[in-house]
């Protein structure tokens, strides 16, 4: 009577740009919480957790694709859902 809905494992790399190579469409749609050196981040846009990098925005800053720049922040990295 009660379905458990369980969610995918989450992968050691995942990008939220559609054009990267690391980007599964099925992940983005959950509500992925990361945290850096134990402080949650909110405005992660790729992270690795083997590596223990994250990348961020840059500001206001656009490359020219009109997307922002990242910039690479490097720590102990953990993925969970919220």
């Known amino acids: 009577m009660s379905e458990t809905h369980s969610r995918p494992a989450l992968p050691d790399r ?6 990267s190579p690391h ?5 983005v749609q959950y509500d992925i919480g990361i945290r850096l050196d ?18 961020i925005p840059a500001g206001k800053a656009l490359d020219r ?3 922002p720049l990242l910039v690479t922040l490097k720590g102990k990295v953990e993925a969970f859902y919220r």
Do not use: A, M, N, T
């Open 14 to 19: 995942l990008s939220v740009r559609p054009r």
């Open 65 to 67: 694709y009109g997307l």
């Open 38 to 55: 134990g402080k949650e981040r909110f405005d992660v846009e790729e992270y690795c957790i083997s590596e223990g990098w994250v990348k």
């Open 23 to 27: 980007h599964v469409k099925e992940l």
